[in-house]
Each structure stands twice: as structure tokens, then as C-alpha cells.
């Protein structure tokens, strides 16, 4: 990880940030990668848990996010579009994540929507993931 992060005289820290018109730097976001969540102390990458969503034959997108968790502090919520003519049951997901990597990775709560907000060039943007799914339940 040393080597990636220090490359090039640089160090990589996965922020993300843009100039404005006066030279000021400004922070916009993370790197999905980079991003975090800590449910009850521990550690979970959503492009961890993404990865694993995936897997699952009913699911065509999904955004993990962080949600306010009253047991935990932070909750994961996996927000899913399902490809067409598919159902699954949020529990169902739930317990098949849960199956594949640690069980305090698996999301606690999910959503199934039509669509994922998308930036400019097509990758789910996560900040409006956030700003419209942000909630537990």
C-alpha cells in the first residue's frame, strides 16, 4: 500500500478536490475505494460490499453507503437497481452477503429503486446517493 500511496512524489490519498477560478483548493470527495464506514468501531470498504451485491444474479447496480445507526453509530445500507424481470428480498440480499464476507460487512438495511444517480461520464454518484438515501430503513 506504501509504494501506491507514495508514487511519483506524491502522496495518493484517495481525496478528491477541484480548483475554483482563484487558485483554492477545495474537497469534493473520496475516491469510492477510499471511502469508509465504521458500524461499531469496525472498518468496511462499500466497494467491499459492492463487489459482493454484485454477485448476486437479481442485482444490475447498487451504492453501499453509510447511515446513521442507532445500535452502531454507522449503519451499511446497499442501495440496489435490480436487472429487469428480477426480485429478491431485502433479507434475502442481506443474508446472502452475509454468507460471503465477515458479518459485521453485511448491509443492514436496503433499497431497491429504479435508478442510481449518475455524474456526467456514468459512475453512480455517491454524494446524491447519499443526500437522497441517507436514512436507515
Not at 495518493?12 to 461499531?40: N, Q, Y
Not at 435490480?82 to 436496503?110: C, H, T, W
Amino acid at each position: 500500500m506504501t509504494r501506491f500511496t507514495f508514487r511519483e512524489g506524491w502522496h495518493h490519498t484517495g481525496d478528491m478536490g477541484c480548483l475554483d477560478e482563484e487558485g483554492f483548493l477545495w474537497f469534493v470527495g473520496r475516491r469510492a475505494e477510499k471511502e469508509l464506514i465504521k458500524p461499531g468501531g469496525e472498518n468496511v470498504y462499500p466497494v467491499e460490499v459492492e463487489k459482493v451485491v454484485l454477485q448476486h444474479p437479481s442485482i444490475h447496480e447498487v451504492a453501499v453507503i453509510g447511515v446513521p445507526d442507532a445500535r452502531f453509530g454507522e449503519g451499511i445500507k446497499a442501495v440496489c437497481v435490480l436487472k429487469p424481470n428480477m426480485k429478491i428480498s431485502e433479507q434475502e440480499l442481506i443474508d446472502f452477503v452475509g454468507a460471503r464476507i465477515a458479518r459485521f460487512k453485511k448491509p443492514g438495511y436496503v433499497s431497491f429503486v429504479d435508478l442510481l444517480p449518475k455524474k456526467e461520464g456514468g459512475s453512480i454518484d455517491r454524494q446524491k446517493v447519499k443526500a437522497i438515501y441517507g436514512y436507515a430503513s
